[in-house]
Structures are given as C-alpha cells and as structure tokens.
C-alpha cells in the first residue's frame, strides 16, 4: 500500500503516481484503491492517479496477465471524483486520454467553472448572523461553521443544492455533460470502460434523526424490537456499483423506534439526547442505549421494521445524490440528527471550559452563545439540510421533500471510515473470497497536521488500546482535536503500529510536496487475509 499526502496539483500527482504504481503492482492481480476526503484536492489527487493507473493498463484494463484494480472505493471529496470518472464518459476521456499537462488545464477550467457557482454570494447570515458576528473567537470549528453560512444561506441552507449546483455548473462548461446530473449510480450507466472494476461510495447513516413537521424522533436499533439496542455511532454503509448489480454494503438495514416529541421543548433543555455518549467519553460509554427522554413523559413509541423503513433515494440514486452523501462534511451541524448534533457541540462546550485564553466570564458568555445556536437551530429546522436525506428522490433537491418517520440520514463517509479502506477491503472480500492476497493503495488527502490518525486506526495503536476491532471509540480527528463523533473503532489489520513507527516509513516524493510509505504486510482481523499496505 502506499500513501500519497498533501497533494496541490495534478502536476505533482502524477509524478508521484508514475514512480510509484509500478512497485505496487508488481506481481499482484488483485488491487483496491481507496480515497480519503480533502474536498477538491481529494479529487484533484484522484484525477492524477487515475491517468497514471489507467496509463499502465491496471484500472480498467482487460489483460489479464496484468495487475488489476478491482474496488476503487472513495469518500468526501474523493466521491467527487469516481461519480464523474466512472458515469460521464466525456470526463472519462479527459482524465485518461491526455497527460500532465492537458490534466491540469482541464482540471482548472472545472474549478473556474465551480467558481461561478459561489461568486458574488451576499454575506447574508439570515437567523445566524450573531454567530457569524463572532467569527474566530468562537474557535476555529465553530468559526469555519460560520464562514460558510452565508454560502448555505443562499443555496436555501442545503448541502444538496450546493453540491447539485457544482456538478450542474462544471458537466455543463467543461465537459459538456448536461445530462450529468441525472445519470443513475447503477451497472447499465457505469463505462464500459472499468469492467470489472467495482466503484463503491462511502457514507455514514445516522443512528437517529428527527421528523420535524411531524414533531417525531426515529432512533435506530440493532434490533428494532428493544429499544435498549439504540445506536450511539453513525454506521459505516457503502453504495456499490459492478458490472451487473448495484448494492448496498451491508446489505441490510436498521429499523427504529419513533417517539413523539414536545414541539415546544428547548433542545438544551430537553432530554432527547439523555443517556448519549458525549465529549469526553466516559469508561461506561458503548455502542447502544436506551433513548430515556420517554421515561419522563406519557410520549407513545412505534416500532418500525428494516421493511417499513424507506430505502435510500428511492432505491435508485444518481450518482450527484450518492456523492452528496458521501461528502456532507458539516452534517454535524444538521439539527435533526440529534446525538450527532449534541456531540458536536459537547466537543465545542469541552473547548469553551478548557481553555486558557478565556476568563470565567467569557466562558459563561461563550457557552451561553453555544446553547441559543443549539435552541435556535432545534426550534427553526435551519441548517436541516446540511446533511443528506433519504427521501430526496428527484435528481433536483429543490424539491426535497420534508423529512418522515422512516427516512434515513448521511453524512460524510470519514466519520466512519476517513480512507474508506475497510469497506473497500470488505466489498472485495464479498465478491472475491479471502485467499488471495490483496495490495491496497489509499490516497490520503486529509493530511493537513503533522498526525496519521487516518491510517492508524486501521492498527492496534495507543488510542484503541484494550479497544476490540469494532467497538465504541471516540478517536481524535485527522485535524486538531477529538473527531465530531465517536464511531466504532475501524481497526481491521492485527498488527500493532505506534505513530511514530508509521511516521517514520514515509518518505518524500522527489520534486513534490508528497510522501509516501510501503507497509509491513498487514493480515485481516476476521480471516487472516494478507494485505499489503
């Protein structure tokens, strides 16, 4: 496996990417590759890759002699990427049939094109505007939800819209696709040209979210029947895409349980959240609990089964809805995802309280700013769409409809999973079995502080110690501080790994800003699978 890091350019991807994907592949049929999120750069990055790999006959060549990609799995910014490689052909040929150069022309007539999707944009704040008054001295997660208030605003507080329009813009400008976004994530409309590739999309589905208008909660459950089975974590789900079939991974869905809610009732004051898991974790914390809100009051409870729950996107996604799915990075700030939303902001009230730069009353003023943003999102539904709804079915979401008992919820995939590597291994293992061993590439483009909390994770390390593979964890972000939620621990390879050992196996890439590493084999935690990293 290797790792690319701190891509800027096509130019210096693709030097990186030709240097190193022959040593990769050598000797090995069998490959994944898997991105991290990074917004543009993310995509950028891939863009590279992917004219390097199709370039040496090992993404979407047909000979069999050669090594192959087989799974080509992305997240975030990354989804960006495959859901154009992979169903525009016109986008297809860009990348592929030309080189540095033209790629990188290409590459930014599509940001100019993007660009005219949020120029001259009002720095209206609307209901917000005292946050947006604040800025920085909220800190900087609060503040960077505040610089892009003005951009939700316009697009009616919708991430959907503001995705939507990108694609509209740059399919339309630059690659003359107009029908781009419309075009089904299914096997008739992936290119014939990755036959035999299998391209998945990671997400995150919400363990429960509020039906506003109809003042309910949805709580999902391992098992619907006991709502002592409540989920506390976003789950790790992949929508992938072969040559015959489309599926979801896994291939199964939670059911529910739906209590009523009291219109009136403050969020901070409520109790929809009690019992959650928030920041700091405590020892007791786990996967599953006991929603308590209905202890207090005479609230009526249904039982939804996975069958009565509704399928994502109406069972038959495009590919712009799949990939907003995968990328809904501030979906934490959705207020209808309860314990998502409650966890972030007891992450932002961990900072208020610890800091050092803050007097006592500031805290107190500060933290009484936090709680009205929380009331006040809660009590309007304003920032409702930052995350992606189920129930989006038309290819335009300026007709999204308002959300149900049974709909589901998603936000970006690196909350679960930041490379998307574990799902991809799994996809492969489902179709392929567990004997052969594999060669992972991972594009890490969320490397932006000197940490690798990205690819540790997938290791037994200090931060999971006395952690089983899949159990609760709150792990620290690939940025400063803890991540916006916990999950449940990614760790997939046996081996142990220290920071500093992985750090220490990266090297510079000549004439870039990129590093590279090449792993110990790595063996799978389930079936002792060989992995090279």
């Known amino acids: 496996m290797f790792f690319a890091k701190q891509a800027t350019s096509a130019f210096f991807i693709t030097a990186a990417a030709t240097t190193l994907a022959p040593a990769s592949a ?112 909220t800190g900087p997660a609060l503040s960077q939800v505040a610089s892009l208030i003005p951009l939700a605003v316009y697009y009616n ?143 009526t409870i249904v039982s939804l089964s996975p069958a009565e729950m509704s399928l994502p996107f109406g069972n038959d996604p495009t590919v712009v809805q799949i990939s907003v799915a995968a990328s809904s990075t501030v979906g934490y700030i959705s207020e209808e995802l309860a314990s998502n939303f409650a966890q972030y902001f007891s992450i932002q009230d961990f900072g208020i309280q610890h800091s050092s730069s803050l007097t006592e009353v500031q805290k107190v003023e500060l933290k009484t700013v936090v709680d009205k943003l929380q009331d006040l999102l809660w009590s309007t539904g304003f920032m409702a769409n930052a995350a992606a709804m189920s129930g989006w079915t038309e290819p335009n979401p300026d007709t999204m409809p308002p959300a149900a008992e049974s709909n589901y919820w998603f936000t970006d995939g690196g909350y679960t999973d930041g490379p998307a590597a574990a799902q991809a291994i799994a996809r492969y293992q489902q179709r392929y079995g567990t004997s052969t061993p594999i060669k992972l590439i991972i594009s890490n483009q969320n490397y932006y502080t000197d940490n690798n909390n990205n690819i540790i994770n997938y290791f037994s390390y200090s931060g999971n110690e006395g952690i089983e593979p899949g159990a609760f964890i709150w792990p620290m972000g690939v940025g400063e501080g803890p991540q916006t939620n916990p999950q449940m621990s990614k760790q997939i390879f046996g081996e142990a790994m220290s920071a500093e050992e992985l750090s220490g196996l990266f090297e510079p890439v000549s004439g870039t800003n990129l590093t590279m590493a090449v792993l110990p084999v790595a063996t799978t935690v389930d079936n002792g699978e060989s992995v090279f990293v």
């Open 157 to 299: 507080r919708s991430w959907p819209e503001i995705v939507y329009a990108m694609y509209n813009a740059t399919s339309t400008m630059v690659y003359d696709d107009p029908n781009m976004v419309s075009v089904k994530a299914s096997s008739s409309e992936k290119l014939v040209d990755l036959s035999g590739v299998d391209i998945c999309f990671h997400t995150s589905l919400l363990p429960n979210a509020r039906a506003r208008d109809a003042d309910t909660i949805t709580y999902l459950a391992r098992d619907y029947t006991n709502v002592s089975s409540s989920y506390t974590v976003p789950l790790p789900y992949d929508y992938c895409i072969g040559d015959t079939e489309t599926e979801w991974l896994p291939n199964s869905w939670p059911g529910g349980n739906v209590y009523n809610l009291d219109k009136n009732a403050s969020f901070t004051s409520s109790n929809v959240v009690k019992g959650f898991p928030m920041f700091p974790a405590k020892e007791s914390d786990g996967l599953y609990v006991t929603p308590e809100h209905d202890k207090d009051s005479d609230e």
């Open 26 to 137: 050598q000797n090995q049929n069998d490959i994944l590759w898997t991105g991290s999120g990074g917004g543009w750069r993310a995509m950028v990055a891939q863009s590279a890759y992917a004219q390097v790999f199709s370039k040496l006959g090992i993404l979407g060549g047909h000979d069999d002699t050669k090594p192959q990609i087989k799974v080509m799995a992305d997240t975030s910014g990354s989804s960006w990427f495959s859901s154009q490689f992979a169903f525009s052909q016109n986008y297809f040929n860009a990348v592929v049939n030309g080189n540095a150069t033209s790629l990188g022309q290409f590459t930014k007539a599509w940001m100019d094109a993007y660009a005219t999707t949020q120029s001259n944009i009002p720095n209206n704040c609307d209901i917000l505007q005292e946050l947006c008054d604040m800025g920085a001295s």
